[in-house]
């Protein structure tokens, strides 16, 4: 059977058309992501005319991706250097493109902390700058870039909570048990304050926001039940706490996402993702319009931002074939459809992705996604090919996060070229509750990855996958599934592909960058072991691929940033260096301008259409020439090149 139009590579991870909008606090422009001279940078447009948009940035290396607003209608960007994640923040006017770095300081990282409507001049930011392992809060007046110390972090507190009137009311502090307090400031005394505790089981509760006068807070907390619910607490009272129940998810999963009406802060709606994403009104005042959106849009539907005055909501919306962006006016109760992430997606034939729930050999319900080529699909078994296939079994990050419904750029690409493409929410990933969180302690290497065998096993009891043609795939903690998988099982796998994945556990934790020493015990405690004793360093060793590694024997490809500060270039290196020393093949690729990830699409693409050579050689399937897919790139193919050569 022919199969649809091979999708150019470039086409699926080049630079999107457009992405990010946000609508500014006065609703009068949009700001959005697109690339200018092949370089993402942002763009800034009148809401009745998003054509005419203008770019107001000259980022000419990396791209930028995260931006905001400011009250007084400039725009705030963050940017790092070949991917070593010491963020600082540029101030861009949107009027002249004039831009200024508000933290020019080498060797820290920054990031936004509030943005204020009642002084639109301001905003808050925390840095590490005067201790590298900790955030202090910093005010920064937008006029003059001016900086002023106003928290100095002396308890390793992971964060700041504040109010429009830019004081800090609320922090969290990790426990040596994995547990965390959270602290109020005493208005009084101008102490911390122990508020709420969490046990460690229940750590995985959160501190979300207050409202805009400070009176109320809110949290996503599991105390006391399984799953993340709504909380409010009541500011008023000095001597005591008071705790209110403002919602629970109705489905087995966590409350994921908050609405938030933009001038008082108190919550409107909450999502809840199981397989897929639901939304319920908590102000019956919204009601209707959440009824539109979900009639309006197929697919998932979120809020990206509002206008200050909470009439205009840009609203995204993920399909399995790609991102719409859409203006929502809540006087008219109309949208307007912005633009596509991907253009030049449309001319192609993308395939769906459908949700299962997979049964772990232990009973665990395992949300997983699965695509498959619509052209291969039978008819009478929605989501099954007509004969099996092979299978590559896309393991997520984290580990805790989650796999979602909705657009997903390594689905579509891996399914035209003729795989089924499977993503498993396995143990500890987030998103299902606390207890499935917790069943992942301790288990990298263990329950972890039985969990994808199941999957695996799965897949080709229903007919789906190929059982000598299926590929472990994934990066950061997927890489280190993968590296674990030609390792801990040799035989299940024909060959895996690892991106900047952890090869020893020992080195992973002492190597982790210094800031993230706030939430260290709750790190180990979670891998299950602390490399500083001997129990815990010969657990850690147990579980690293590098142990084992002579126990691989299928093709192993890795890819590797060679600025990477959480996983380090060493992890990579280590595990090829002990294969080259057993004259085992490997195929390694380094990027000497790239960390947790390739960001710089040319070496994006370049490494993809290495993995898919490589796929090739060792799967089967579709693929398309390297063509000049590495022009521009920055690879350093420093093992295997002769089997990666087009």
Known sequence: MTGPTLIPRKAIFGNPTRLEPLISPDGRRIAFIAPKDDVLNIWVAPVVDPKNAKCITNDTKRGIRQYHWTHNNKIVYSQDKNGDEDWQIYLVNIETAEERNLTPFDGTTTFPVKFSPTRPNEMLIMMNKRDPTVFDL??????????????????????????????????????????????????????????????????????????????????????????????EIDLMSEDKVAFR???????????????????????????????ITKWYVLDAAYKKDFEYLEEKFVGEISVGSQSLDNT????????????????????????????????????????????VVIKSRDGQDLVSYLTIPDHLEDTERSGRPIQPIPLVLRVHGGPWWRDSFGFNQDHQWLSNRGFAVLSVNFRGSTGFGKTFVELGNRQWSKNMHTDLIDAVEWAVTEGIAIREKVVIYGGSYGGYAALAGLTFTPDVFCCGVDIVGPSSLVTLVETIPPYWSSIYQQFILRIGGDPKTEEGRKFLLECSPLTHVDKIKKPLLIGQGAN?????????????????????????????????????????????????K????????????????????TAQILEGKEDLQD
Not at 246 to 257: F, Q, R, V, Y
Request: charge should be negative.
């Open 138 to 231: 910093y005010h920064v007046d937008l006029a003059t870039a001016e900086l002023e110390l106003i928290e100095t972090n002396t308890g390793k507190f992971n964060d700041w909570h504040c109010t429009d009137d830019l004081k800090a009311h609320f922090t969290v502090q990790e426990q040596p048990d994995g547990g965390k307090i959270l602290f109020r400031k005493n208005k009084n005394t101008g102490k911390w304050d122990p508020c709420v505790t969490w046990d460690f089981s229940d750590a995985v509760s959160e501190f979300h926001s207050l409202n805009s006068d400070g009176t109320k807070a809110y949290m996503l907390d599991c105390k006391g039940r399984d799953n993340k619910a709504l909380v």
């Open 245 to 275: 129940l403002l919602a629970e998810s109705p489905n087995t999963a966590d409350i994921k996402d908050l609405v938030k009406d933009p001038k008082t802060g108190s919550p409107i709606a909450f999502s809840a993702e199981y397989t």
């Open 312 to 355: 205009k909501w840009i609203i995204t919306q993920s399909t399995a074939s790609g991102i719409q962006y859409h203006i929502y006016d809540r006087e008219t109760t109309s949208t307007t459809f912005l633009f596509h992430s991907h253009d030049e997606l449309l001319q192609y034939t993308l395939n769906n992705m459908h949700p």
């Open 564 to 612: 990477d500060p959480r996983v380090k270039q060493a992890e990579s290196d280590q595990i090829v260096e002990a294969m080259v020393a057993r004259n085992i093949p490997v195929g390694y690729v380094l990027y000497p301008d790239e960390g947790h990830g390739f960001a710089r699409p040319p070496n994006r693409i370049s490494f993809n259409a290495i993995i898919e």
């Open 614 to 633: 490589f796929l090739t050689n060792h799967l089967g399937g579709r693929r398309e020439p390297y063509g000049d897919d590495f022009e521009g790139s």
